[in-house]
């Protein structure tokens, strides 16, 4: 039973370019949390997805972010136009029924801006 | 507001020493989490408390709802322990999401 697949676990894209990162939830987990992990700050929730339906984005940025969990494949947090602050370590994590009943991390997402 | 509160930020200790890392938080929470992450490294979560005690191994997490403080021990800590520790709580009538503390870096010395 493999646990959360992040991929990939680098990505280097230069600004303005898009960034996709994509999460696959272990089997049988049908909640995904995106976090994000700045240089040198803690880690921040993002957006908590459900399957086919985003529940809160309360802490996704206005513009360029977009995430989806769709009810075939993984979950895909899109950056549009990335800009040197976008730099920072992303994490996943599933859950099979909300938090109550813990969570499995994937190993990240390092996106670099250059 | 809902916030966390980590101490010490940052920990030195020698090999064979009782560690103890510190969580406060400000009102009510579903769950309160335990998480070590190694530089560059992936997140591992270590515990997850509602109530009580639990204990893996050398570790030990503790929580007491109504003072809302929760401790982290290490017992007879190694080198391999050093990593950031996490403190992270989901709170009561939110969404299901984390607010994390800002982390205790542990560094082991042999």
């Known amino acids: 039973n493999a646990g959360v697949m992040q991929n990939p676990r680098h990505l280097v894209r230069r600004r303005g370019q898009e960034a996709r990162l994509r999460c696959s939830p272990m089997k049988g987990h049908s909640h995904v949390y995106w976090y994000r992990q700045l240089p040198e700050e803690g880690l921040k929730f993002m957006v908590y997805?459900?399957?086919?339906?985003?529940?809160?984005e309360s802490g996704m940025p206005k513009e360029r972010f977009s995430a989806e969990f769709p009810k075939e494949g993984p979950s895909i947090l899109r950056i549009q136009q990335v800009v040197r602050g976008d730099s920072a370590a992303y994490f996943c994590?599933?859950?099979?029924?909300?938090?109550?009943?813990?969570?499995?991390f994937g190993s990240g997402t390092r996106l670099t801006v250059v | 507001k809902n916030e966390v509160e980590q101490s010490p930020q940052n920990l030195t200790a020698q090999e064979g020493e009782f560690i103890t890392i510190n969580c406060s938080y400000s009102v009510g929470i579903s769950a309160l989490h335990w998480l070590q992450q190694h530089p560059g490294g992936g997140i591992v979560s270590l515990f997850m408390l509602s109530s009580g005690k639990k204990k893996h191994g050398r570790l030990i997490a503790t929580i007491n709802i109504q003072e809302k403080h929760s401790s982290l021990h290490i017992t007879a800590s190694h080198p391999r322990d050093s990593a950031v520790y996490i403190c992270?709580?989901?709170?009561?009538?939110?969404?299901?999401?984390?607010?994390f503390g800002k982390g205790t870096k542990l560094t082991v010395n042999p």
């Open positions: 997805l459900q399957k086919e339906n985003i529940i809160d």
């Open positions: 992270a709580v989901s709170f009561q009538g939110g969404s299901e999401k984390l607010v």
């Open positions: 994590a599933s859950s099979p029924m909300g938090s109550v009943y813990g969570y499995t």
